[in-house]
T-cell receptor, first 115, second 110 residues
Framework: DAGVTQSPTHLIKTRGQQVTLRCSPI?????VSWYQQVLGQGPQFIFQ???????GRGNFPDRFSARQFPNYSSELNVNALLLGDSALYLCASSHGQGSYNSPLHFGNGTRLTVT | GDSVTQMEGPVTLSEEAFLTINCTYTATGYPSLFWYVQYPGEGLQLLLK?????DKGSNKGFEATYRKETTSFHLEKGSVQVSDSAVYFC?????????FGTGTSLTVIP
């Protein structure tokens, strides 16, 4: 079975621009989460979606938004990019809504560079 | 709030040496605990997990025991290989999000 797939793998944007990142979960997984990983740090939670509804949001500004589609794929949008948004953006899928017992399965990420 | 603190790196070991990476946690509920590994240029891969106190997770020679009394989940391996070189993340979950430590970089030299 295919794992979590993310596109694009790399992206370079200018400050003030907008970006859309895409994610396809593992087949059968209904939950998608987004994490931001700054170089040298652990991933930080941005959003969780389950059955197309937002189920959790981390401490990120409103410039960050996301959605989940009927096929459970997801998009992460970031508006008005700042230099500090440069990071690896990781998408993860899991089987159930709560991650309590259901581990996250990560994609390889999208490396976003803001100049 | 919920958080994870793990041993800072980098850690450099010779092949066949014993590995310990310390991890302690703070949680308001009863978390599940995880170790993830990240190889260069890749996302995180689940290494092992434990869902309740005294559980031992194990995989590929790595082990970690969920210790509620010391709020710890230390990662161990008896004999490391060059292929174990990677960044290791301790994580906890009490609901719909995971909290990750800052990662410990491990380099194993032949």
């Amino acid at each position: 079975d295919a794992g979590v797939t993310q596109s694009p793998t790399h992206l370079i944007k200018t400050r003030g621009q907008q970006v859309t990142l895409r994610c396809s979960p593992i087949s059968g997984h209904k939950s998608v989460s987004w994490y931001q990983q700054v170089l040298g740090q652990g991933p930080q939670f941005i959003f969780q979606y389950y059955e197309k509804e937002e189920r959790g949001r981390g401490n990120f500004p409103d410039r960050f938004s996301a959605r989940q589609f009927p096929n459970y794929s997801s998009e992460l949008n970031v508006n008005a990019l700042l230099l500090g948004d440069s990071a690896l953006y990781l998408c993860a899928s899991s089987h159930g809504q709560g991650s309590y017992n259901s581990p996250l399965h990560f994609g390889n990420g999208t490396r976003l560079t803001v100049t | 709030g919920d958080s994870v603190t793990q041993m800072e790196g980098p850690v450099t070991l010779s092949e066949e040496a014993f590995l310990t990476i310390n991890c302690t946690y703070t949680a308001t509920g009863y978390p599940s605990l995880f170790w993830y590994v990240q190889y260069p240029g890749e996302g995180l891969q689940l290494l092992l997990k434990a869902t309740k106190a005294d559980d031992k997770g194990s995989n590929k020679g790595f082990e970690a025991t969920y210790r509620k009394e010391t709020t710890s989940f230390h990662l161990e391996k008896g004999s490391v290989q060059v292929s174990d070189s990677a960044v290791y993340f301790c994580a906890l979950s009490t609901g719909n999000q995971f909290y990750f430590g800052t990662g410990t970089s491990l380099t194993v030299i032949p």
